[in-house]
């Protein structure tokens, strides 16, 4: 089973305080899921308190608002957690 969106920004936060603890500003380029995944990282981060180390988001083809190809492809994997998420976001 695919993980969920929080335990990759959950993923996500571990790689970056383990690889760069040392890092002021970091720069996260992200394209399509990443991209929902760093914000979903950045949003922990700021529910946490934590000091933001993030300096720019870069984003490309990210379904902010959900992905009206994964509607179709949910019949095709309908036990894939990212997939089951997009198509939430496209209801909301």
Known sequence: MAPRIR???????????????????????????????????????VKRGKELR????LLFAVPNNGAGLASVA?????QHNQLAQLCAAIRN
């Open 54 to 57: 993030i300096d720019k988001l």
């Open 7 to 45: 335990d990759l920004a959950e993923g996500l936060r571990s790689q970056i305080e383990v690889r760069y603890p040392d890092y002021k500003s970091i720069i996260l380029v992200c394209h399509s899921l990443g991209g929902l995944v760093a914000r979903k990282y950045l949003v922990e981060e």
């Open 74 to 78: 949910k019949y095709i994997s309908w």
